[in-house]
């Protein structure tokens, strides 16, 4: 069963909360990230990216640069910016986007059960951004971007929750993308028992975003552990951030695909060989894929529904990832005709997030001249993310994009040095 445990965050002072609170660092490329904190100099973003505090030309993984992440971290504590809890405390995070409202709970999850595989993952991490993270917890010995977790819904969380949010939130702000994001402290302890109880009598916890913080996160742990050899799993690095949400409440975007070449095909070329795997029909205008199975594809100005043929989905019915539209569309048309073989390292590629929308799709293709072919999915489920960590199998990268994204900041886990 799941270890999850309440702690003492390091968090923003409130009056700081909305200033601090920040989109997680890989959202940005570095000179993204660099332009946004240039007048906002509490955003989390200046210490989760340190490189934006020096020379473009300096290089962003030197000791220098997570060093620096260290110094505003603690200079920032020291000047009130975050604030010690005193006793460990569950915390309440709700995040609205639109009409959609989901509540998660901030805690800490054990390092073993990540280990142990009581806390599941369905994708590859890559070891360059794993090196990354590892540097940034283990220099500044804390943990900042919190690991957003699922699990199955349980009835007896959901009446502790809702029972917490009757009182005065302790943040209560919009970001400037619009999102509303409310915390409350669950300071009872009658209620901090029960949360702990129930989390006990839940049998798995799932990674929905956050694998590279996650393997950062028990990494730092393990090399803790090999440095105090007496260590009695106790200790806070026995232990990573995490927010917890019921897989009811979850939001899954559309994750959508981009190349920039035919591979040498001409246009109909390469749509008779798509037509092979799947049924076209010309569209007369924009759309996205209705259901599970259709893919809508723009090439040379014009959109496409692709829908995978009946054969093409029987044979691939009884795995929990072939079924999948992503591994369909990468097995039968990426790799096969556009020769993309590894999309994780392949740079034909571009993956494109739900929430930029599908015009984002025709300004990609144009900017190849229109030599290139875009590709807009069908939102994976999250009854298809638990049953492919379920059966300790791994999806295809990009697979899912999660809404509204965790600001980081707001929570913030120390741990031993």
């Known amino acids: 069963m799941a270890i999850v445990k309440p702690f003492k965050a390091l968090r923003p002072a409130v009056q700081y909360a909305k200033d601090v609170a920040a989109l997680p660092y890989d959202v940005y490329d570095r000179e993204e990230a660099k332009a946004y904190v240039k007048d906002k100099p509490l955003s989390f973003l200046n210490i989760d990216r340190p490189e934006t505090q020096f020379d473009d030309n300096h290089d962003m993984y030197g000791d220098d640069v997570y060093d620096k992440a260290n110094e505003m971290l603690i200079e920032e504590e020291e000047r009130g910016i975050f604030v010690q809890d005193e006793k460990p405390y569950y915390y309440l995070y709700e995040l609205t986007m639109g009409d959609h409202t989901q509540t998660g709970i901030v805690a800490l999850s054990a390092v073993d059960d990540y280990l142990n595989d009581v806390c599941k993952k369905h994708e590859l991490t890559v070891a360059k951004k794993e090196a990354d993270r590892i540097h940034h917890v283990d220099t500044t010995s804390a943990q900042t971007g919190p690991i957003f977790l699922t699990y199955r819904s349980q009835k007896s969380i959901k009446e502790v929750v809702k029972k917490v949010k ?58 803790r552990r090999e440095e105090h050899p007496d260590y009695q799993g106790n200790e806070e690095f026995n232990y990573f951030l995490s927010v917890l949400f019921p897989d009811d409440e979850l939001a899954i975007l559309d994750y959508n695909r981009v190349v920039k070449d035919l591979n040498g095909l001409t246009d109909e ?17 924009k759309d996205k894929p209705k259901k599970k199975g259709e893919i809508t594809m723009y090439l040379d100005e014009v959109w496409y529904k692709l829908k995978v043929k009946k054969d093409v989905l029987k044979a691939k019915a009884a795995s929990p990832v072939d079924s999948l539209d992503v591994a369909i569309l990468q ?60 059966a300790h199998l791994l999806m295809p990268p990009k697979s899912t994009w999660f809404e509204p994204k965790l600001r980081s900041g707001l929570f913030i886990h120390k741990i031993e040095r």
């Open 166 to 223: 009757t009182d005065t939130p302790l943040y209560d702000f919009i970001s400037d993308d619009g999102i509303h994001h409310r915390v409350w402290i669950v300071s009872d302890e009658q209620d901090i028992s029960m949360l702990e109880e129930n989390f006990n009598q839940v049998p798995y916890t799932y990674i929905a975003d956050g694998h590279h913080r996650a393997a950062s996160a028990v990494k730092v742990a393990l090399k």
């Open 269 to 285: 070329a390469f749509l008779r060989k798509v037509g092979e795997k799947f049924d076209i029909k010309s569209l007369p205008k």
């Open 331 to 390: 097995d039968e048309l990426l790799a096969p005709i556009l020769g993309i073989g590894d999309p994780r390292t392949d740079q034909r590629i571009k993956f494109v997030g739900g929430i930029r929308g599908i015009d984002e799709l025709v300004k990609d293709v144009e900017k190849t001249k229109n030599a290139g072919v875009a590709f807009a999915m069908y939102p994976t489920s999250i009854t298809e993310l638990l049953n492919v960590a379920d």
